[in-house]
């Protein structure tokens, strides 16, 4: 692509269910692997693989592909994917030693290669006849946040909800304090939301830890039980049950107050935060970051025009790619009593998927509820945007005592701050959540908890 390498598509795919003309390849690419052992014939040869990269031998390393993968990617092609990771990527990067995974069975040679706004991870497979079957560069599994400083005003404790690890943030003195439960945007995301170099959620949690509010995160099904999405699923199995279920255990331990339990989604878990208030007992309030008004089969589309449109020009194949999303939204939306293939799908996503989402409108079973409300918005934000999202959250709400709605201009999708066009490099870049965030939802819940 001469826009944007697959590698910056796949981390925006994370966001809102992969927004992109690749989503085929980023959910190929970030299927989960498993510790396996290391062929030492194998590591040799993609150790030589990885040297030809390096010195830009492209020849080379072309010709140790299999016919396939000879005929996906020419050398040409291969060197401008190379080439571009390092000018996305902030530098050079720095590539360590071969280990031994496994992706759906299949054994593979990988490598982590550091590069100055994130790490990568190249897999490398090989057929029966020594040759290079498969060549992926993928984002690095997320490193775990690291600690808070001893003298933090809070501490973090394991938290377990229904069998997914997660993190308590507990302000330090006596409680029982008032607590939020973090709710993930799409994709396989780790407790702290990690999106390239960036971990909103961990910069939430700890921000409002530190305002004394607890905090809770926990690592998404989608990320820590993949095998539960080998058959059909829906957004509940996705998002809402475990939101339901964390919402409880919160509720049930005797340092969090079960009278000031409130819910915080992003994008997704926005989205899908009044179904989950609509099912969870005891629930204080709502907070909604960067949240969808509108159905993702709508979104998803316009989220790749908006991506096609940054530079001048577009390809015969990019076009052709966006007509194929067009045709699978038109199909998704005609969806009937059965189920065609998923790839003829939106985002390959079950028909099961699709059926839970229809007719589901966020703004309107938000208007039945009684709970205040809390509606946070990025101006900067080009997936979930003001005009069209934010804007119909605003016309539902204007005037009512329950809701208040905030748009902060600088800020992005992750509500960190930026300049120019908002793309996914912004993805790429290191930055935190905006410290006007973490006050903005410290001083509301002291307002509505306020006796």
Not at 103 to 126: D, K
Not at 348 to 373: E, F, I, M, N
Not at 437 to 443: E, K, P, Q, Y
Request: net charge negative.
């Amino acid at each position: 692509m001469r826009k944007w390498t697959w590698i910056a598509l796949a981390i925006v795919a994370a966001l809102l269910g992969a927004a992109s003309w690749v989503y085929a390849q980023y959910r190929q690419a970030m299927a989960p692997a498993a510790q396996a052992p290391l062929d030492a014939k194998q590591a040799e040869r993609a150790t030589r693989f990885m040297e030809s990269m390096e010195r830009g031998a492209f020849d080379d390393a072309h010709a140790m592909f299999d016919a396939r993968a000879k005929a996906a990617l020419p050398p040409d092609k291969l060197g401008e994917v190379w080439n571009t990771l390092p000018k996305q990527l902030g530098g050079p990067g720095r590539r360590g030693p071969a280990r031994g995974i496994a992706v759906g069975g299949t054994p593979l040679v990988a490598f982590r290669i550091e590069y100055p706004m994130m790490p990568i991870e190249a897999r490398i497979g090989f057929d029966a006849d020594g040759a290079i079957h498969t060549f992926r560069m993928v984002p690095a599994a997320p490193q775990p946040a690291a600690p808070p400083p001893p003298d933090a005003p809070y501490a973090e404790i394991d938290f377990e909800v229904d069998g997914l690890p997660g993190t308590l943030a507990l302000p330090r003195g006596e409680g029982p304090f008032p607590t939020v439960v973090l709710v993930h945007g799409s994709g396989p995301l780790d407790r702290d939301e990690t999106i390239g170099p960036n971990k909103p959620f961990r910069d939430l949690a700890r921000g409002l830890a530190a305002r004394g509010i607890a905090a809770l995160r926990y690592d998404k099904r989608t990320f820590a039980r993949p095998k539960d999405f080998a058959g059909d699923f829906t957004v509940d199995l996705e998002t809402v049950d475990d939101a339901v279920a964390a919402i409880a255990a919160l509720r049930a331990d005797r340092a969090i107050d079960p009278a000031r339990v409130y819910l915080v989604g992003h994008s997704l878990g926005a989205m899908m935060a009044p179904r989950i208030a609509a099912r969870a007992e005891g629930l204080a309030g709502v907070v909604l970051l960067a949240a969808p008004a509108r159905p993702l089969v709508d979104v998803v589309p316009e989220q790749v025009r908006y991506l096609a449109a940054l530079e001048d020009g577009m390809s015969d194949a990019e076009q052709a790619q966006i007509a194929l999303i067009d045709a699978q939204a038109a199909a998704t939306r005609a969806l009937g009593d059965t189920d065609p293939p998923r790839d003829s799908l939106l985002l390959g996503l079950p028909a099961a998927y699709w059926r839970d989402l229809a007719g589901y409108d966020p703004v309107a079973v938000q208007r039945k509820s009684t709970l205040p409300l809390l509606v946070l918005q990025g101006g900067r934000d080009y997936q979930v945007t003001p005009a069209a999202d934010f804007a119909r959250w605003q016309a539902a709400f204007d005037g009512d005592e329950r809701a208040e709605l905030v748009l902060f201009p600088p800020l992005n999708h992750l509500f960190i701050a930026g300049e120019g066009p908002p793309g996914p490099g912004d993805y790429l870049r290191a930055g935190t959540v905006d410290a006007a965030v973490g006050d903005h939802i410290a001083g509301w819940i002291g307002r509505v908890s306020a006796p």
